[in-house]
């Protein structure tokens, strides 16, 4: 049985690519898919999709471009300070809490 893991990538945060065809590219986190341990980057691993009428409703037609997810192995967080990607690390701050700090830097991500 697989155990609670907290989350080092949230939706919103900045990330660059490190492996793959993208590598080198930022964006941000749009969507998280914690049990596939895949994310949606804002223009990273751009798909298109051929898409024909279905019936009525009013759909967008033809070729549609956009984000495919990507592995959460193939990305690492981008600290603003370090202006780096970077591994995050876990500590209890002054209340009590996880937060997510930078390796490198020691800065909070929250």
Do not use: W
Not at 37 to 42: D, I, L, T
């Amino acid at each position: 049985m697989k155990e609670e893991v907290a989350v080092k990538i949230k939706k919103g945060d900045t990330v660059q690519v490190i492996s793959g065809d993208d590598k080198g590219s930022k964006g941000t986190v749009h969507r998280v898919y914690p049990k596939k341990n895949q994310v949606v980057v804002s223009g990273v691993n751009m798909i298109k999709k051929h898409q024909r009428p279905t019936g009525q409703t009013r759909t967008q037609v033809g070729i549609i471009e956009r984000e495919a997810p990507i592995h959460m192995s193939n990305i690492a967080l981008f600290c603003n300070k370090c202006q780096k990607s970077v591994r995050v690390e876990f500590r209890e701050n002054e209340n009590g809490y996880k937060a997510r700090v930078c390796k490198k830097c020691g800065e909070a991500i929250d």
